[in-house]
């Protein structure tokens, strides 16, 4: 299957509100998407299957590290390789722009986020306790070296 991600910006908020909701129970607002996107806070890019946003990533570039924010793919979506084409095109944003690691955390009980990520290099660094607001679940830490 061949798949286009394209990056998105403040046009696309109502779709990514949508998506969050059909994904997560903790979920972004409509004003920390617009903010991020309109203050070119984060790069956010996206897949379409059939017209509907189907997955999306939001990455934050600080001088040389990226973090991922956020990944999500629809239900009806999943285990199409759509999140490895969304990670794959932040990395080439990522090599392109010379940044040299990646850091991301994780739940820990989240296993096909973290073979996903474990797929593309990342390795866990440290363990932060408690640290989701909604499940109070532990954060594992991941890293991940372009250079
Ligand atoms: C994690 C998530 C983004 C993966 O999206 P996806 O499009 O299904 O992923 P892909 O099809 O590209 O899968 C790539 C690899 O990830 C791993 N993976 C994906 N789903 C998996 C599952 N249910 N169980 C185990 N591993 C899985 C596999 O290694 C897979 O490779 P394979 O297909 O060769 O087995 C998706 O499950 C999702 O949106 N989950 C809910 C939101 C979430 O947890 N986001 C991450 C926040 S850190």
Redesign the pocket.
């Known amino acids: 299957m061949n798949i286009e991600v394209e990056r998105l910006n403040a046009t696309d908020v109502d779709d990514l509100i949508e998506l969050e909701h059909a ?2 129970e903790y979920h972004w607002s409509r004003d920390q998407f617009l903010l991020g996107l309109e203050r070119g806070a984060f790069i956010i890019l996206g897949t379409r299957t059939d017209g509907v946003l189907s ?1 999306y990533i939001a990455i934050s570039i600080i001088k040389d590290e990226m973090e ?1 924010l ?4 629809r239900s009806e ?9 969304l990670l794959k095109h932040a990395f080439t944003i990522c090599k392109e722009s010379g940044v040299a690691k990646g850091f ?1 955390d ?2 820990v009980s ?4 973290i ?2 990520y474990q ?1 593309f290099g990342y390795k866990q660094i440290g363990v932060r306790k408690k640290y989701y607001p909604d499940t109070k679940e532990d954060a594992l830490l991941f890293r991940v070296d372009f250079v």
């Open positions: 994904c997560f997955g991922i956020n990944l999500a793919v979506f999943r285990k199409h390789g759509l999140a490895t084409a991301l994780v739940k989240n296993a096909p986020a073979e996903l797929k």
